[in-house]
């Protein structure tokens, strides 16, 4: 059963893909566990198998989180740095490793205004996104000169099922929320669109948002001292702006 849910959507996934003008040939759908880092590698290599060389490297593995930052268990920590922060830096060592005699490589990273700024309601998730903004700015400096790029991509709130499947308060217990039609927020499409964008352009990183987001973006960035004054101060509208309604996290009951 479970087989034949996964070739359904792998079939899905190469169709949508032939259907936006990719040739049959240049496509691999290949399923992966980013957890398990005994599998990175030969994933890798089937990859360079099938294509010969990898140029560009999108990073794009995640989960969101709703939950108080008190009553958190710490093994909701552990799983969440576990897929959005080692999952990700242990693909991009063995990419590099195979790929850094290239001299021009370019690695994008999908990281999240969350990076910027904590988020209120999603402790583990914001921490997260920091720790892998520290990692690639690190490479950045790094390798300045060796000609590889990175790119990192910030979005704000974007229309995806990613609270059906957000992370909670306790471990193995998805938040399981719908958004809203009424929400606030960039669709998949667009965001995906500004995201190769900034890729092409090789952006250092791209805050991929709109008002209020972008400009509190803006302000952080060059007058962080009264940015986090007005955070503090109005805790209620930054969680509602997170989720473009009343902080829902809130109203769950114990």
Request: charged share 20%; with cysteine.
């Amino acid at each position: 059963m479970i087989s034949a849910r996964r070739e359904n959507l792998l079939n899905e996934v190469r169709d949508l893909c032939v259907c936006n003008g990719c040739s049959e040939e240049n496509i691999l759908v290949l399923p992966l566990d980013v957890c398990d880092s005994m599998a990175l590698e030969p994933a890798f290599q089937k990859v360079l198998q099938t294509f010969g060389s990898i140029d560009v490297l999108l990073l794009n593995a995640g989960r969101s989180q709703r939950a108080r930052w008190e009553h958190t268990d710490i093994q909701v920590d552990k799983d969440m740095f576990e897929l959005n922060v080692f999952s990700v830096i242990n693909l991009t060592r063995i990419f590099l490793k195979n790929m850094l005699e290239k001299k021009n490589i370019h690695i994008a990273v999908m990281s999240s205004v969350a990076g910027k700024l904590g988020a209120p309601f999603s402790g583990s998730y914001s921490g997260s996104k920091h720790a892998i903004q520290g990692y690639f700015e690190s490479l950045r400096n790094e390798k300045v000169g060796s000609g590889v790029n990175i790119t990192m991509l910030c979005p704000g709130p974007v229309v995806s099922g990613a609270l059906q499947v957000a992370a909670t308060e306790k471990p193995d217990t998805p938040y399981g929320e719908s958004m809203s039609a009424a929400d606030k927020r960039m669709t998949a499409e667009r965001c995906a669109t500004l995201s190769l964008v900034a890729i092409a352009n090789s952006l250092a990183e791209s805050w991929i948002c709109f008002k209020p987001v972008l400009p509190f973006m803006y302000a952080l960035q060059y007058m962080p001292a009264i940015s986090k004054w007005a955070s503090q101060k109005f805790k209620g509208p930054m969680a509602k702006i997170r989720d473009s309604r009343k902080a829902m996290v809130t109203e769950k009951k114990e």
